[in-house]
């Protein structure tokens, strides 16, 4: 289902106001989160939201779908960082239910660790998902298996040159990330993903508007049942 908007806060909006509905049903939900610029605008609505709406992540868990590898603890540029910044450090999700991956020490037995946490707390209920210019989800690039699970992965050239901005002049991201697989994101109960800009437009047509293939790890959701996506005109699929 594609809900088409005018503008990135116009989608921040919707967004925003779709994760405080599913908050208000379910109290206990267990969201799925990403990072990335598209991400940036929607944090920013559903902290404004909160602050109004009287709804509470007191109940609610949180794993974030990816973080680089490498970086030290409190790196500015890791998805931690961003999380704290953009949602955490705002709201009232207890911080031992604010799950990211972790990516220092034993990263296999982490990485299973991460699957037990997420099937403990009985699965994802809602996954939000941003798109690369590669069609990749999380940090699954072109040609990660459909059935993936929570690994360490190599990052794209494309994909590292796309998040060099958010690092300090000279400094580029790390080449390797821990990401929750295809198979544990298509496992979560509905999906939202979110497109901005002409230049996800590519990304959006192969995801939907094509045959499923590995090279456009995106278009893994084609099977799922209950995928909302959330774009503006430019993003909209030719
Ligand atoms: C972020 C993530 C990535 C981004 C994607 C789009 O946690 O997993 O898949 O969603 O790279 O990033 P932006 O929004 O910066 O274009």
């Known amino acids: 289902e594609f809900r088409v908007l005018p503008n990135a806060a116009e989608i921040a909006s919707?967004?925003?106001?779709?994760?405080?509905?599913?908050?208000?049903?379910?109290?206990?939900?267990?969201?799925?989160?990403?990072?990335?610029?598209?991400?940036?605008?929607?944090?920013?609505?559903?902290?404004?939201?909160?602050?109004?709406?009287?709804?509470?992540?007191?109940?609610?868990?949180?794993?974030?779908?990816?973080?680089?590898?490498?970086?030290?603890?409190?790196?500015?540029?890791?998805?931690?960082?961003?999380?704290?910044?953009?949602?955490?450090?705002?709201v009232d999700l207890p911080a031992e239910r604010a799950m990211l991956p972790e990516t220092e020490g034993d990263l296999a037995a982490d990485c299973a660790a991460y699957e037990a946490a997420i099937a403990a707390r009985g699965g994802i209920d809602l996954q939000l998902l941003g798109i690369g210019r590669n069609g990749h989800i999380g940090f699954n690039e072109p040609g990660s298996p459909f059935d993936s699970r929570t690994r360490v992965v190599e990052l794209a050239q494309s994909t590292i040159e796309a998040n060099k901005g958010d690092f300090p002049p000279g400094e580029l991201p790390p080449s390797s990330a821990v990401t929750m697989g295809i198979g544990t994101i298509v496992d979560a109960r509905e999906i939202v993903l979110v497109a901005t800009g002409a230049n996800k437009a590519a990304a959006l047509t192969r995801a939907f508007n094509a045959p499923k293939d590995v090279d456009c790890p995106a278009s893994a959701l084609q099977d799922h049942p209950h995928v909302i996506i959330y774009c503006d005109p430019a993003a909209l699929p030719a």
């Open 14 to 90: 919707a967004v925003a106001a779709h994760i405080a509905q599913t908050l208000k049903a379910k109290p206990a939900t267990t969201l799925g989160l990403a990072t990335g610029n598209t991400f940036v605008p929607i944090y920013a609505a559903l902290i404004d939201l909160y602050r109004q709406n009287g709804f509470s992540f007191a109940e609610a868990a949180s794993f974030n779908l990816d973080e680089y590898v490498g970086l030290p603890k409190n790196h500015p540029a890791s998805f931690r960082a961003y999380m704290r910044q953009r949602l955490f450090d705002h």
